[in-house]
């Protein structure tokens, strides 16, 4: 798996990266083809103070992308809540990708 994380006008911070990367391993444990994520974080310019922190990421996975963004106060709210959207992406796509066809019953003679 490929794992780009980028800040955007933020300096990603070793602990800022190890917790990201920690909370992506709750996507890998619910479906291992993940492919390729990249992870941008960002800290906008508004006047505003609520919803200033923002984490956007991009999954990869076989057979399909997938796409989420957070915005909130605190930049690791962001991340978690990011997290949590990604999670319920990767288990709908994991029930979409499997087979739940049954063979058919053999007749008896």
Do not use: W
Not at 40 to 47: F, I, P, R, S, Y
Request: proline share 2%; aromatic share 4%; glycine share 2%.
């Amino acid at each position: 798996m490929n794992l780009t994380i980028s800040g955007h006008h933020l300096e990603v911070t070793p602990a800022l990266r190890s917790y990201v990367t920690t909370k992506l391993d709750r996507i890998t444990r619910h479906f291992d083809q993940v492919v390729d994520v990249k992870v941008l974080l960002t800290v906008e310019k508004q006047k505003e103070k609520q919803r200033r922190q923002r984490a956007e990421c991009n999954v990869h996975v076989k057979g399909s992308d997938m796409f989420a963004e957070s915005s909130h106060e605190d930049l690791y709210a962001a991340v978690d809540e990011l997290m949590d959207k990604l999670d319920r992406q990767v288990v709908r796509h994991k029930d979409r990708v499997q087979d739940h066809h049954h063979d058919p019953a053999k007749r008896l003679m």
